[in-house]
């Protein structure tokens, strides 16, 4: 029997009066998790699961009336799309919640974390309990009798030195396929895409290079070792770049 997953774009979108979420880098949150929730809906359903929206446009939906679409649905489970933000722009990285009432959340909760952070490369800032979350009193959505989670895709305040800059505002088909990708992982559910690789993030300059791997491209563009295309385009892949670091902190390039 597929499962059944209901998909909760936070916020109700950019038209005056609604509640438009965090804003940052001339995007509005509720615009992006909707983005990234449409999207999520097609990688499911190709991997064979049964979705449902709370939302499909601009929105006014209570976090209550979302709960109830859920139950009334029969969801197996519940996943929340959010972005962070913080009056701070190097704030940054991905961060996943479950309810502190329901610690059997934590599995599904872990699932998709690893299976994002793997994806995309953002800095890792764990998987907490809801009331860790910066909003007081817990995360109400999270606390209902289904399987819930709720995601923080990035900060959308975050300097554009930061991989959250570069996915929030072109990447969403790739988070999308992270969080579908962790969701099939917690359930077994495995599937052939033909498409694998289409949506695979490069990396073209060192600005545009993870923390954890912007002193090792350094290196390498300085001795020659990584010259681009001739357009200044380094055109590295993740997998390419932990390569690279795993290769320099054996010394291969001290010689």
Not at 23 to 33: I, P, S, Y
Not at 151 to 161: N, W, Y
Request: glycine content about 10%; aromatic content about 8%; overall charge negative.
């Amino acid at each position: 029997m597929p499962k059944r997953i209901f998909i909760s774009a936070g916020h109700e979108g950019s038209v005056a009066g609604m509640d438009g979420g965090a804003r940052g880098n001339g995007l509005v949150e509720a615009d992006v998790n909707l983005s990234v929730a449409l999207l999520l809906e097609k990688q499911l359903q190709r991997l064979g699961f049964v979705t449902m929206q709370a939302r499909t446009t601009n929105t006014r939906i209570s976090a209550a009336m979302r709960l109830r679409m859920a139950e009334n649905f029969n969801a197996d489970m519940l996943i929340d799309v959010h972005c962070n933000a913080f009056d701070i722009n190097t704030a940054n990285g991905y961060e996943t919640f479950f309810a502190a009432t329901k610690p059997q959340d934590r599995a599904m909760a872990a699932a998709v974390h690893n299976a994002y952070i793997g994806a995309t490369g953002l800095r890792d800032r764990g998987v907490k309990l809801d009331t860790a979350s910066q909003h007081s009193g817990g995360l109400a959505i999270l606390r209902s009798p289904i399987p819930s989670v709720l995601v923080e895709l990035g900060f959308i305040t975050a300097s554009p030195t930061f991989l959250d800059f570069t996915f929030l505002q072109h990447r969403h088909n790739c988070m999308a396929k992270a969080l579908a990708q962790g969701i099939a992982d917690f359930y077994g559910v495995t599937a052939e895409d033909e498409n694998k690789g289409d949506d695979e993030m490069r990396f073209n300059s060192i600005e545009e290079m993870p923390d954890w791997a912007r002193p090792t491209i350094e290196k390498l563009v300085h001795k020659g070792f990584l010259r681009g295309d001739g357009n200044g385009n380094l055109d590295l892949s993740l997998d390419m770049i932990r390569i690279f670091v795993v290769h320099d902190m054996a010394g291969v390039y001290d010689g």
